[in-house]
């Protein structure tokens, strides 16, 4: 069963964006670098089998191609433990209002086809929240390798605070 699903996953990389490499390697080498590349999320869970776009050589739109405020709903289709903590957020609610102010949708944090590091996540974080209360530098937090140091004092989906 095991070899059967490794003999899967192996035949679902290869196989990974198949019809989108000639035009698009570098969104294809980057799935292939995060999990869900290895877990079978193709180019075509998120942009169908954009059959009219590949015959016009780009002239054509894909299928589908989410915009910021449809990016919720289409990671959390899979990740819904997520989704519905992200949704009950200040992020949440803003991008889900349409709002003019701009906020954190899954992707700006965690990147589309390949993901992000803390370290470019974080990033992101210092771009909308250049000015924070004295409380977010309080001495003592040190960052842990491989996590967000904001993530020490707010939960990444709800943001309430953690301590
Ligand atoms: C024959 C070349 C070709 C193939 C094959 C191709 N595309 Fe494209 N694609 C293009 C071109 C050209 C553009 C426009 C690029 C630009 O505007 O910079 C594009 C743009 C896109 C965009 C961005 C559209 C937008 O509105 O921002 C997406 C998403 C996309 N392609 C997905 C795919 C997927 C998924 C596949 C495979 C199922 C695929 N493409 C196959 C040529 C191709
Ligand atoms: C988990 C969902 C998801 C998967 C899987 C995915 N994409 Fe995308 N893709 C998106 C989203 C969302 C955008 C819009 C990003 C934006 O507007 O910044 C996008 C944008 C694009 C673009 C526009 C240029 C860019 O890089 O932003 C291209 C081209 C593209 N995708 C091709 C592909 C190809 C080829 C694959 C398979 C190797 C793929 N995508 C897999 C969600 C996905
Ligand atoms: C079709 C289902 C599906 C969709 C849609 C999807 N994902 Fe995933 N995602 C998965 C699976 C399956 C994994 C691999 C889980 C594992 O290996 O633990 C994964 C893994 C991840 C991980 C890595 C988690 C870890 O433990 O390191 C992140 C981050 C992630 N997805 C974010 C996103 C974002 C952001 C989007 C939307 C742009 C998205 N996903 C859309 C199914 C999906
Ligand atoms: C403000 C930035 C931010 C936004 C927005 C965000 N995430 Fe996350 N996400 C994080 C951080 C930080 C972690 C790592 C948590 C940790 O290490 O404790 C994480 C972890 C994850 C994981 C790994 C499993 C877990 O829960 O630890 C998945 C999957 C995921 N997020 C998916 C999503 C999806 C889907 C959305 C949108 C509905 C989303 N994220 C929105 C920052 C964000
Ligand atoms: C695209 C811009 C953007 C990005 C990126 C972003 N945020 Fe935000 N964030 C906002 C906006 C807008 C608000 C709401 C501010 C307000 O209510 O005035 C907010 C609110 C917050 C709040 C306050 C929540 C509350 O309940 O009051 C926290 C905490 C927060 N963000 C943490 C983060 C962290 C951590 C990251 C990086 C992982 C991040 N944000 C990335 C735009 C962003
Ligand atoms: C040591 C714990 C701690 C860390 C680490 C931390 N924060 Fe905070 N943060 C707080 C506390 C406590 C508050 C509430 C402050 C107040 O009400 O005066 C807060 C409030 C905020 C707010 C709301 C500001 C407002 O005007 O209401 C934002 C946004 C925020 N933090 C973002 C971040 C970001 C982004 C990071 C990482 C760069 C971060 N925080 C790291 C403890 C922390």
Known sequence: MIVLLLLW?????????????PCHSEQVDDVRGHKH???????????GASQKHRDALGAAAPDKVAGPDEVPALCGGCHTGQLKDY??????KIVAAKSEQRAANCATCHGVHAARNVVA?????DRCHASLP??????GVAATA??????????PHTLARVK
């Open 9 to 21: 996953n192996g035949l679902a990389w290869a196989q990974l964006g198949r019809n989108c490499t």
């Open 37 to 47: 590349g290895a877990a079978g999320v193709t180019c075509e869970v998120c942009h």
């Open 87 to 92: 949704a009950l957020s200040r992020h949440g």
């Open 121 to 125: 996540m974080k990033r992101q974080c």
């Open 134 to 139: 004295q409380a977010c530098t309080r001495a």
């Open 146 to 155: 491989g996590r967000l140091v904001c993530a020490s004092c707010h939960a």
